[in-house]
């Protein structure tokens, strides 16, 4: 009898452990917040790699957030889900965040170009008001905003995204695998990425064994670096991939002020 319970006891042990080290991480968000001066003014929200098949966030703390911190846009730096299945639940949180009336502006990601017609995501994200840029740029109040598509998966097309953009304002980029970065050779001001998540499993050598590009092959794989061209920002993501746990990287959205 005191066997049994002494195994019990380890068991609940060795779960709450597991527990705390890989599921905690994907519910205790964070908000990060990076200040970077372009003087133009703005508060923008970023929320990447969704995921949402796999989200422990709920669509009403997102909402929460937004009217919290109340952003000028809203940014969302692709992969809304990969299963078509999983749309009524990605509309859940479109209809969270639409409600609270601040601008979204999008581009898709690598595991929504997975999904047998893409065109099923696009409809959604449409039909909720959100501007999606698929290699094209906008003419905004205070910058020019630049959506390039996937590089992962061979979407994106640098020249057609910069074709109407004024070169004379600020330039911000959106786009989900910051892989691109190494292939622009035109001078922006900032740019949105996420795709790799913070490196989920944040363990030696990780990206040396699952090929994520070049990028975190040379360490880099969040937060805020310098390039030639302009500064580039990746999110850890606010959702998992693959398997619906992380390893001493925290799920975040970001506040970006410029």
Not at 109 to 116: C, I, S
Not at 140 to 148: A, Y
Not at 204 to 210: E, G, N, R, V, Y
Request: aromatic share 12%.
């Amino acid at each position: 009898m005191e066997g049994n319970l002494l195994n019990c006891l380890y068991l609940f042990l060795v779960l709450f452990i597991c527990y705390l080290i890989f599921i905690l991480p994907t519910q205790w968000l964070k908000i990060e917040r990076v200040k970077y001066a372009l003087n133009l003014n703005v508060r923008i929200l970023q929320i990447s790699d969704l995921h949402v098949e796999r989200l422990r966030i709920s669509p009403s703390r997102i909402a929460a957030i937004i009217n919290d911190e109340k952003p000028d846009y809203i940014f969302i730096t692709g992969d809304f889900t990969k299963y078509r299945k999983s749309l009524p639940r990605l509309e859940e949180y479109l209809r969270a965040m639409t409600i609270c009336n601040v601008p979204i502006y999008c581009v898709l990601g690598n595991h929504d170009y997975q999904q047998k017609n893409v065109i099923d995501i696009v409809k959604l994200l449409r039909k909720y008001g959100l501007h999606l840029l698929r290699n094209e740029s906008l003419h905004l109040e205070r910058f020019e905003l630049i959506g390039i598509d996937d590089f992962d998966s061979g979407k994106s097309d640098i020249e057609a995204a910069f074709k109407a953009v004024d070169v004379r304002r600020t330039k911000l980029i959106i786009t989900h695998d910051p892989n691109v970065v190494l292939h622009l050779n035109k001078n922006f001001d900032y740019l949105m990425a996420g795709h790799l998540h913070g490196k989920q499993f944040n363990i030696p050598f990780f990206f040396h064994i699952k090929n994520a590009g070049k990028l975190p092959r040379m360490g880099i794989y969040k937060g805020l670096h310098k390039y030639q061209f302009g500064a580039y920002y990746i999110s850890k993501g606010i959702g998992q991939t693959g398997v619906n746990a992380r390893l001493f990287v925290r799920s975040e959205v970001t506040m970006h002020y410029l």
